[in-house]
Structures are given as structure tokens and as C-alpha cells.
């Protein structure tokens, strides 16, 4: 049994030189910090580059990665024909997986939202997803800390992200995070029927199920077809985006206590965050939307426009969940080696008073649903 909770998420060494020591969080604490993630876009300030910080990591079969290198922002245009080669294969470092299950074994959302549609009910709607898993490379062997589900049922998704400040009591947080996922997924496929609390209700029934050490943020999204309405819960620094047409509907925002230190499950609930603590939103969703919930790995290194200028691309070259997941996850782990590039993180550090440059090497998961109609072909 690990004492404290180490509540620090993934080394700063570039700031301060290693892993921060344990602290003890309160789990009493129920209030969201602004997201570094929603300030100016800093992506505009950099000049495009062919530079890229790669050193001796590990990336396997990313070839086309090597040659696609950038600064700053996403170049203005990219090479789709390596994109298509590399989405296409499934490099030795990458776990992907569509309409399956868990992986390998920026408003304020304390109300409820529901931004303008046209208040249709659309009826026989289902997520049809694919993921993507790229680990950090020195976590490859083990595949990573993050998890993530897709429930079968096609109405129910969600990530999770192990705290890594475990591995310092010798507890390995992925396997935390990945039994919290396959709990939310069986509890997902057994609901017929989803509603306002069922997100909450998974994550409640997974928190209570998961008697492992260790501890996780975790996002989940659950589709109410009597409604067309997406109830999401949120806890921590994952989060997810709905985007449709051209421009984001809506997106969660973080729970930290303060930069970089996100709310999290823990297996001791005397150490850690409760479900209820998440933050719940709902928003009527049409055929056509396209979901993307993610861990941090994503949103620190790619800044919203970024995931929509790929999406765009993504949608003009005719890809589905499971290859737009696969760009979005190397698009951002080319700017997390980059330690040139203006990220979201760089910019949170900033403004926090920390010395940072670069990009934030991490585990990256990213799961991509499209909201389609039971009776079309995606």
C-alpha cells in the first residue's frame, strides 16, 4: 500500500530536472483552475520549421515521422501520401483499435450545456470509433499507462491516463487505468438504456471494481438515443471535443488543482478524488459530429485549432475514426519531441512561472467516434 498519493503528473525536466517528490491531495476540493489550453494562440507565433527534436527515442517504424517535422503550429500543408502509408500499416509502437474494446491489456461544465442545434432527435444514432495508442518511448515494453474503451454497443467511449508518479513505489499505474476502462466498458454494454447519470455511473462502478494500486484521470462519454444527447463525465486532465462542420460545439475543460496537478481516481479514496467530483456535460449531438476524447498526451501538445486543421484534412482525404485517431496521436507526438514548438503546455508552464520550452513527451491516446445513423454505411 503506497502512503500518499503523488498527485504530479510526468517529470518536468526541462524545468526542474526530475519528478517532483509525493504530495497529498484533498479530495474535498470540487472547483476547476482555468485551463492553460484555452488562452491566445501561441502556435501563431512560431516560424514553420523542417526541425524536429527526435534524438535517440525509439520510434520504431514512424519513418514518415522523421521527415515531417515542424515547429510551432502544424505545417500548412502534409505529406497525405506518407500519412496514407503510415495510417495504412501499424508501426511496431502504436496500438490501434476500432469498435472493439480497452486498450492494450472550454466552458465550464459544472451545470448542464447544451449548445445551439436545431433540437432534432435524431433517433438510432451509434459512436463508430477507432483508437489509437502511441506509448512514451521508455514505456513501449509495458504499452504505456494510458487505456481507453469502446464499448461494443456502439454508445459508450472513455479514457484513462495512469498517474505516473506511481512507478516510484514500484506500482505500475497502467494497469490501474486499464482495469478502471474494462470495468466502465462491462458496465456500459449492460445498461440497454443510457442517460444523464450513466456516465457518472460508470465511472462510480469502475472506481469501486478497480482494487488495484494506483491512480487515473478518466473520461467518459455515453450516447442517449431517446435524446440524441452525449452525457460525458470528466475528471482530471483528459477531455474530449465535439466538433461539427467546421467549427468545435463544445469541449471540456480540466481539473486541476493547480497546473499540471490534475484530480484522479485513486485506489484509496482517502488519497484520491470521487466520482462524483467529475464534471458532467451534455450536448445534443446530430449524425456527422465527430468526438474526440483524449488524454493529456493530446491536449498539451496540440492546441484546439491544430485538431481541427487535421481534422479538416482528415475529412477531405475521406479517413474514418480509426485512421483520423492515428494522425491526430502522431501529430502530436511530433510536436511532443520537438523542443522547439509552442504547445499548450509550454504555454501553461508560462504563465505559471515555470521555465519550460518545447513539447511534453508523453503517453498519447486518442479515440475518434463519428455519430452516425444506425442504418448508413461509415
Known amino acids: 500500500m503506497v502512503p500518499i498519493l503523488e498527485c504530479f503528473r510526468g517529470p518536468v525536466t526541462r524545468a526542474v530536472g526530475g519528478l517532483r517528490s509525493p504530495v497529498v491531495c484533498s479530495a474535498r476540493k470540487s472547483h476547476s483552475n482555468g485551463s492553460p489550453r484555452g488562452g491566445r494562440d501561441w502556435s501563431r507565433l512560431a516560424a514553420r520549421k523542417k526541425s524536429l527534436f527526435l534524438g535517440a527515442m525509439g520510434f520504431g517504424g514512424m519513418g514518415w515521422a522523421l521527415s515531417q517535422g515542424f515547429v510551432g503550429g502544424l505545417p500548412d500543408t502534409l505529406d497525405w501520401q506518407g500519412m496514407r502509408l503510415w495510417v495504412s500499416g501499424k508501426p511496431s509502437d502504436v496500438t490501434d483499435q476500432q469498435d472493439t474494446s480497452s486498450a492494450p491489456q472550454k466552458p465550464q461544465t459544472n451545470g448542464k450545456m447544451d449548445p445551439e442545434t436545431n433540437g432534432s432527435v435524431f433517433g438510432d444514432l451509434l459512436l463508430v470509433s477507432g483508437a489509437t495508442i502511441i506509448p512514451h518511448p521508455s514505456k513501449v515494453d509495458k504499452g504505456g499507462e494510458d487505456a481507453y474503451f469502446i464499448s461494443d454497443n456502439k454508445l459508450a467511449i472513455g479514457v484513462a491516463d495512469g498517474v505516473g508518479g506511481w512507478t516510484l513505489s514500484g506500482v505500475d499505474p497502467g494497469l490501474y487505468a486499464r482495469k478502471l476502462m474494462n470495468h466502465a466498458k462491462e458496465f456500459a454494454e ?10 457518472k455511473q460508470m465511472l462510480s462502478n469502475a ?44 469541449q471540456s475543460r480540466p481539473q486541476q488543482y493547480r497546473f499540471n496537478f490534475p484530480y484522479q481516481l485513486a485506489f484509496d479514496s482517502a488519497h484520491g478524488n470521487q466520482p462524483e467530483h467529475a464534471e458532467d456535460l451534455q450536448v445534443q449531438i446530430q449524425p456527422g459530429d465527430i468526438i474526440i476524447a483524449a488524454t493529456d498526451g493530446l491536449w498539451d501538445n496540440l492546441f484546439v485549432d491544430e485538431c481541427t486543421t487535421v481534422l479538416q484534412s482528415c475529412k477531405r482525404e475521406g479517413m474514418g475514426p480509426q485512421q483520423m485517431s492515428k494522425v491526430l496521436a502522431l501529430c502530436a507526438q511530433m510536436k511532443s519531441f520537438n523542443n522547439s514548438a509552442v504547445t499548450p503546455f509550454l504555454v501553461g508552464a508560462t504563465e505559471n512561472g515555470i521555465p519550460y520550452r518545447g513539447g511534453k513527451p508523453d503517453d498519447i491516446t486518442v479515440v475518434v467516434s463519428i455519430v452516425t445513423q444506425a442504418t448508413s454505411k461509415l
Open 207 to 250: 472506481h469501486q471494481k478497480t482494487d488495484l494500486p494506483g491512480s487515473s484521470t478518466a473520461c467518459l462519454l455515453s450516447l442517449d438515443n431517446s435524446s440524441s444527447t452525449l452525457y460525458t463525465a470528466n475528471l482530471g486532465d483528459s477531455g474530449f471535443l465535439v466538433y461539427r462542420g467546421d467549427d468545435v460545439v463544445v
Open 190 to 199: 449492460k445498461e440497454s438504456e443510457h442517460g444523464p447519470e450513466t456516465p
